[in-house]
Every structure is written in C-alpha cells, then in structure tokens.
C-alpha cells in the first residue's frame, strides 16, 4: 500500500508491458488504473472520435487523473505517453492536486522478444486497432528527459516486473511498510 496518495505515470512503446504491469500493480495497491487506450476507445465508439484519436484521450485522462486524485485515491495513469508534453500534462495533474508524481518508463530491450509480443497480444479492448510491429516501429517517441524509472521487461515475466517497480517506489519512500504477521 502507498504511504500518500500519488500519481504513478505509466508509459512506454505498445507490448513492452505497460498494461500488465499497470493492472498488477492497481491491483496490489488498491489503485485507480486510467488506460487511456480504454477511454479513446470509448471516444470512438460514442462517435465523437475515429482512429487515431488524437489527444482527446488523454485530455480526458488527466481530467479524470486530478478527479481521483483530489478524491485520495492514487491513480496508475498508463499510455505510451510518447511526447514532452503528454508527460508535461500527467505531471501537472498531478501538481495540480498537490500529489507525487512517479514516471515510469517501460521498454523490451530484447527486438525478438518485442517484435514477438506486438504480433501475438490479443485484443482485450473491443474494436481497438493493435499497431503492426512496423507501426510500433516508426511510432514517435522522444526521449525521456528527466529523471524517470526504467523498467526492462525483456527476459521478465510479469510478476519480475512488478517486483522490481514495488522496490523503486519503496525507495522513494513511497509505500508502507510491511506489516507482521498478527498473532492468534
């Protein structure tokens, strides 16, 4: 669990793990998880979108973050988050209701093993278009210029993974420590 509410910005390539990892972690913290793929899609099916979206997915995405935020509740904001300003914009929400903000970078190192993840997911959101291997390739992605966490998936399973970025957040100080066992 979190000591403060935070906002974890998830980010990365299509089939690095993004997704997984967001899940996972959401789930092992009682966190909010927004995917912006989910509210583009919703964007197209309401009608007011066509592929690709554009940034109206992640408008709504940091609306919805600083929401939850202000709530108390730490949100997991997961996109491929590929430009200065879409990771400008996460961190202002954050800013905005005066929380932490955590950026991760997640890459595959390994081009077999990423090339192979891209051609065999499966969609998981109705109607999503996945992006060919070529496209993930050619994708627009500026570099991280900031202080940020990398995690390589490559060679990790999705557990590997989570394990490693619950250790970056605990050295931030970030989560509570582990309770002991209660006696009988």
């Known amino acids: 669990m ?8 998830i980010g990365g390539l299509p089939g690095t793990g993004k997704t997984t990892l967001s899940r996972l972690l959401a789930a092992r913290i009682g966190a909010v998880h927004l995917r ?17 979206v554009g940034p109206a997915g992640y408008v709504v995405g940091y609306a919805l973050a600083e929401e ?21 914009s996460w961190r202002d929400a954050g800013a905005g209701a005066g929380v932490p903000v955590v950026e991760v970078e997640v890459i595959c190192s390994d081009p077999a093993e990423h090339r192979h993840r891209v051609t065999s997911r ?14 993930v390739r050619r994708r627009d992605h500026e570099p991280w210029n900031r202080e940020h966490i990398t995690l390589d998936t490559a060679g990790e399973g999705p557990q590997d993974s989570l394990n490693s ?13 582990a309770r002991p066992p209660e006696a009988s």
């Open 2 to 9: 979190l000591v403060t509410t935070a906002l974890i910005v």
């Open 36 to 52: 912006v793929d989910t509210i583009e899609q919703a964007l197209v099916r309401s009608g007011l979108a066509q592929h690709p």
């Open 68 to 88: 939850h935020l202000r709530q108390g509740l730490t949100v997991i904001a997961e996109s491929v988050n590929p430009l200065a300003v879409t990771r400008d």
């Open 122 to 135: 499966s969609v998981d959101i109705p109607g999503l278009p996945l992006p060919e291997w070529q496209q």
């Open 165 to 177: 970025l619950l250790h970056h957040l605990d050295r931030l100080r970030l989560l509570a420590p």
